[in-house]
Structures are given as structure tokens and as C-alpha cells.
């Protein structure tokens, strides 16, 4: 329980380089504020709150950014455990089988191996949080007006990476001595989508009894 998650993770497994925050940036401080309430053992019901006179896609876009960081880590650390063999589609048990589709390669919901899902997704991911025109960094330039959906179908698929770990590699991760690491994780995400609805609820069917 003491070890941190640097510690229990290897970040040389990550799948993509951290994103990192600008010094000096507005969002930044943002980041800082949501990591020293994270470490001051807060409620996470509370850690999640918008912070008075914040905007609320700046909050959104640092949590998305974290947890991208954050998932990357979690699935890249395991993700020797998660083959083609042992993967061959990416799923949450016998019951939910997810697709990938984007605008370029994949243009209709195509069946993949968990580790090609895995792979698409977080290209796809880095793509888009590096793209100036969806999550802007320079002072004064608006958000899109569609960026809380952007968020959405992020923050949906990167949910997809939670229910695939737990339900077919959470041996992998208590052999690891990780599971409440991940367990932590997993709350944050979970109370930070509930507090504004980023997720329909029909998505966090698979892992409801947690």
C-alpha cells in the first residue's frame, strides 16, 4: 500500500510518451490543484468537484489528459500479459464485445484483438490531445463547441481499457501487488464521469457490481 504508483508501474512499458501540462499555464495550476487534492487523502467524491470560478472545460480537459497518462501506464505495464492469443478480440467477458471505428482507416465498427484496439486507441487519443483546434493551449482560443463530446467518446473508450483489465488480466495485476493502485484509479475515473455525466450509463454496465 505504500509503494507509489511509479514504483509498482514501469513507465518504461508506457505505449506513448506522458503528456505534460505547460508550466505557467492556467491549466497547469489546475493540475497541480487536482494532484495535491489526490495526495491529501480528500474524499474522491470531492477531488472531482469543479473547483469555484474554474472553467469547466479546462477541468475537463486536465482529467482527460491524467487519465489518458494514467490508463496508458496501467494498460502498457500489463500489456505483455494481453496477446493476440490470449486476446484475439477486444471484450469485457462473454457479454460485451467493443469495435473499433474512426475517420480514417477503420470507417465501420471493425472487430480487432484487444492489443490492436489498444493500440488504435491510444494513437488515436495522443491525436486528438495534441491537436490544437480540440484541446487549445494557447491563452485567449476557445474551446470547439463540441469538445465536452470529444471528451465523451474519449473518456468512453478509455473505460473500455478498465473493464477489459479487470475482467480478463486482474490476476495479472494482483500478481503485480497493484490492484489497489488500479482499484484507486478506477474510483477517480468513475466519480469524475458521474460528477458530469461524460459516460451513458449503458457503457458502465460491464463492471456495475464494482
Known amino acids: 500500500m505504500a509503494l507509489c504508483l511509479k514504483q509498482v508501474f514501469n513507465k518504461d512499458k508506457t505505449f506513448r510518451p506522458r503528456k505534460k501540462f505547460e508550466p505557467g499555464t492556467q491549466r497547469f495550476e489546475l493540475y497541480k490543484k487536482a494532484q495535491a487534492s489526490l ?56 457479454k460485451y464485445e467493443y469495435r473499433w471505428q474512426d475517420d480514417s482507416k477503420y470507417k465501420k465498427p471493425t472487430k480487432l484483438s484487444a492489443p490492436q484496439y489498444m493500440c488504435m486507441l491510444m494513437d488515436w487519443i495522443e491525436m486528438l490531445i495534441n491537436n490544437e483546434d480540440v484541446f487549445p493551449t494557447r491563452i485567449g482560443v476557445p474551446f470547439p463547441k463540441q469538445f465536452q463530446q470529444v471528451c ?34 478506477y474510483k477517480h475515473f468513475y466519480y469524475f464521469i458521474r460528477e458530469f455525466s461524460l459516460i451513458d450509463h449503458r457503457e458502465l454496465e460491464p463492471l456495475v457490481r464494482m
Open 39 to 94: 495526495k491529501s487523502g480528500l474524499d474522491l467524491k470531492a477531488v472531482v468537484q469543479l473547483p469555484p470560478g474554474e472553467s469547466i472545460n479546462d477541468w475537463i480537459a486536465v482529467h482527460v489528459v491524467d487519465f489518458f497518462n494514467r490508463i496508458n501506464l496501467i494498460y502498457g505495464t500489463m500489456s505483455e500479459y494481453c496477446t493476440e492469443r490470449s486476446c484475439p478480440i477486444m471484450s469485457g467477458g462473454l
Open 152 to 185: 465523451t467518446k474519449i473518456l468512453t473508450r478509455l473505460f473500455r481499457v478498465f473493464v477489459h483489465v479487470y475482467i480478463h488480466h486482474f490476476d495479472s495485476i494482483i500478481n503485480m501487488g497493484a490492484e489497489a493502485h488500479v482499484n484507486t484509479c
